[in-house]
């Protein structure tokens, strides 16, 4: 854990221990109202960062405070959902057969990102069709919200590209907030992943060693970063944390360091991820295609274990 804090100018707390990231997760006094902007840097850093997870003022469920209207309901409905669906995905259906391909080698290193976002799209409006220049628009943002250049940053505000990719991806879903999280800044971690498990197949040792629930779990990748900001003075192992104080905490790091799926999804926490059982079960399903026969995968029947 590390703070650098200059008065008036920046107060930031940066973490990317698991122990660390959790315990911030559970304090009751931190949330993503951001409301303090106070502090120069960290004003800054919310302003751009919070502009960008928004569409026409409204914003992501990622940055929506823990007491925003329908905020709850909205999460717990979409978690049930989801968690609804993942046994299905955990199978190995068709509708994963472009990414299995992918997995086996199938096409440039590059190109699976648009039938990940076809498979998260279709989640949310069934007549959702990823496309190059719905990928570009995920693309984009997924830069746009990382980018530590103040010219590229400056670029991306002058052309309103960032606008226009974030609308892009909203009309595809109707405007489902949820969705546009999903499909233009989530789907970067199941790619990340997917890039991992081509990987992992192209190794006759770990294509043969590797159950789905292992490979699922192997090629689990978590939000790079998340804020928090304490909606009143609190006590830390850092010191006090005043209002205006800006969390940014390393999840991915983190995980990369200590493998944890309740750490990657926030799980037993009032901000965990909807899709903390439906992610694992499509890597899941994608390794169990990947890996079964022919035969077994154009009869649409893939057994829970693969045999060598």
Avoid at 96 to 113: I, Y
Avoid at 189 to 198: E, P, Q
């Amino acid at each position: 854990m590390n703070r650098t804090r200059i008065p008036g100018l920046v107060d930031i707390v940066t973490s990317d221990d698991a122990i660390e990231i959790e315990a911030f997760a559970q304090d009751p006094n931190l949330d993503r109202a951001f409301e303090d902007r106070s502090i120069l840097t960290n004003g800054q850093i919310l302003q751009r960062v919070l502009g960008i997870l928004q569409v026409d003022g409204k914003p992501l469920p990622t940055v929506a405070a823990k007491c925003a209207p329908g905020r709850a309901e909205a999460q717990g409905a979409l978690w049930n959902r989801l968690n609804d669906l993942a046994p299905s995905y955990a199978s190995g259906p068709d509708e994963l057969e472009s990414l299995a391909a992918f997995v086996r080698g199938v096409g440039p290193d590059d190109s699976c990102g648009i039938p990940v976002q076809q498979v998260v799209g279709r989640l949310f409006a069934p007549d959702f069709q990823a496309t190059k220049a719905s990928w570009n628009a995920a693309l984009l943002l997924d830069r746009a919200v990382h980018s530590l250049n103040p010219a590229l940053n400056v670029w991306l505000d002058l052309t309103d590209q960032i606008d226009q990719a974030k609308h892009l991806l909203s009309d595809m879903v109707r405007g489902d907030m949820a969705a546009v999280h999903a499909i233009g800044f989530a789907l970067h971690n199941i790619v990340s992943g997917v890039n991992l498990m081509r990987q992992l197949y192209s190794d006759p040792a770990s294509r043969a060693a590797l159950s789905p629930e292992t490979a699922g779990s192997r090629c689990l990748f978590a939000p790079v970063n998340i804020l928090r900001q304490p909606t009143a003075p609190d006590s830390s192992t850092t010191g006090d944390l005043e209002t205006g104080t800006l969390l940014i905490l390393s999840l991915q790091a983190a995980n990369a360091n200590a493998p944890d799926a309740k750490l990657a999804f926030l799980r037993d926490t009032w901000s965990r991820c909807p899709a903390e059982q439906w992610v694992p079960a499509l890597l899941q399903g994608i390794w169990r295609r990947a890996c079964a026969p022919q035969t077994q995968r154009e009869g649409n029947a893939i057994p829970n274990s693969i045999p060598d």
